[in-house]
């Protein structure tokens, strides 16, 4: 579980619920980068000076043992110098980067042959669904061979790994289109899927995503505990698009509240339940159908309610005292809380205002129903609103959800009209669809 805050305050925050440590592994190191940067931003005040000189350098060597197992050379050196505090990196930055070179030559010279083939519009016409058909006319008609089918992987890996996204991802679709190897076009597609991401193309990024997850669904079946590790990664994956891509978030949170994708992220990444909540109550106004958006919330309080023991943040503990426990001072100061670990979470950052003023919709909407008075202030108070900001806010707020209400301004009271129905209506309600119900059960009876 994560750590309760500690008496320093809201200032402790940060650090006791940072979740880089749990993303990390999850991650693939091109994709562990930017959150990287992100912290080191955050070490950085306004006038430029670094508040935390030890952490910034702790960050820095992280950078240096993560990209020092790729190509990007140039940077690794600067990371370097910046450790050690010199001018100009050693010769041997100089050697490696010459060495890379090298290979970039090597690799564009194998694979020129089939990158022409491919850029032909009357080779490409020739080609079909069949792999296997496909590498017999290259075969055939321009003595094309697996090596050199292979050399687009190879290539496409060392692009990548210079962190040339684009030539990678291009290289990796060519590579897909022919390759009959499963587990490397698999690679392939999680590579895609990481440069897409890293280059910010959403619209193909998703598109790769959906892919991956057909694979995971498919050729995984047989191996369960497999088929977990791989779901809880392509779900971290996903919060890259799902935050920064408004067309994703629909089709990524069918994707979470899948009953497989839901047990596997309960049953080993319990922190995604951060994620989902700031994407489920964010959805508030984009949601087309508001039914759906109110299961998604039943969901998602359920999933809270579950996982308290294993995973707690003011996030998930403002839905757990919301919808659960009903206490709603409670819930109005995890709120408070909750927007000093968005500021300070890589995936949260640009959507606090959206969560903090979807979240006082539905604590607004929470407490109408349970009261029948009360006062500005107090509902003020609870929203984190003063005087006219208060006022005005409430006023959108009982148009915008159409809360039967009356606000007495002399008073500072609102008032809430509740529609009792009657006990023959109730009775009606809960049973007008036993007769259906009856028959279905009738007749499962009579086939058995």
């Keep these: 579980m994560a750590s309760e805050p500690t008496t320093d305050g809201v200032a402790s925050l ?3 619920y940072d979740l880089l440590h749990k993303l990390i592994p999850r991650l693939d190191r091109h994709l562990i980068f930017p959150l990287l940067e992100f912290s080191a931003d955050r070490l950085v005040g306004e006038s430029g000076e670094v508040k935390d000189k030890e952490k910034a350098r702790e960050i820095t060597q992280a950078k240096y043992a993560l990209l020092n ?23 041997e930055f100089a050697e490696k980067r010459q060495k890379v070179l090298s290979q970039l030559d090597k690799f ?55 962190g040339n996204y ?65 779901r809880n990664r392509l779900m971290h994956w996903a919060l890259f698009p799902l935050f920064n891509f408004d067309q994703a978030r629909e089709p990524l949170l069918n994707l979470f509240f899948n009953a497989d994708y839901t047990n596997s992220f309960q049953a080993d990444s319990a922190w995604l339940l951060r994620y989902l909540c700031v994407a489920v109550i964010t959805n508030r106004r984009r949601a087309k159908n ?17 996982e ?31 927007q000093e670990v968005m500021r300070n979470d890589f995936f949260l950052l640009a959507h606090v205002d959206e969560f903090v003023d979807s979240a006082r919709h539905l604590l607004f909407e929470s407490y109408c129903k349970v009261c029948i008075r009360f006062t500005l ?26 809360v039967d209400a009356k606000i007495n301004y002399k008073e500072g009271t609102v008032y809430i009209n509740h529609q009792s129905t009657s006990a023959y209506q109730q009775v009606i309600e809960r049973t007008k669809g036993s007769f259906f119900r009856s028959a279905v059960l009738g007749a499962a009876i009579a086939r058995n």
């Design 14 to 16: 940060p650090a006791d």
């Design 69 to 91: 197992k790729t190509n990007m050379i140039d940077y690794v050196a600067n990371l370097y110098c910046e450790l050690e505090g010199l001018d100009q990196p050693p010769a």
């Design 108 to 162: 564009e010279q194998e694979s020129s042959k089939i990158m022409e083939l491919l850029d032909r519009e009357d080779v490409v016409n020739n080609l079909r669904s069949d792999k296997i058909a496909n590498l017999e006319f290259l075969k055939r008609e321009h003595d094309v061979t697996i090596e050199m089918v292979n050399a687009l992987y190879d290539f496409a890996l060392l692009q990548y790994s210079c």
């Design 166 to 230: 684009n030539d990678a991802s291009d290289l990796l679709y060519r590579f897909r289109v022919l390759s009959t190897d499963n587990d490397k076009v698999s690679s392939a597609t999680w590579g895609r899927l990481a440069c897409e991401i890293l280059t910010a193309n959403w619209e193909s990024a998703m598109e790769e995503l959906q892919k991956v997850r057909e694979g995971i669904d498919s050729k995984l079946s047989q191996n369960p505990l497999a088929q977990l590790h791989h």
């Design 290 to 306: 508001p039914g759906v958006h109110q299961k998604q919330m039943k969901d998602i309080a359920r999933i809270v309610r579950q």
């Design 308 to 338: 308290a023991y294993e995973y707690q943040d003011p996030i998930t503990r403002f839905v757990h005292a919301l919808y659960i426990d009903v206490r709603f001072q409670e819930a109005a100061d995890q709120l408070v809380l909750a």
């Design 377 to 402: 202030e107090d509902i003020g108070n609870k929203l984190g609103l003063k005087g006219n900001e208060a006022v005005k806010w409430i006023v959108n707020a009982i148009r915008d959800t159409r």
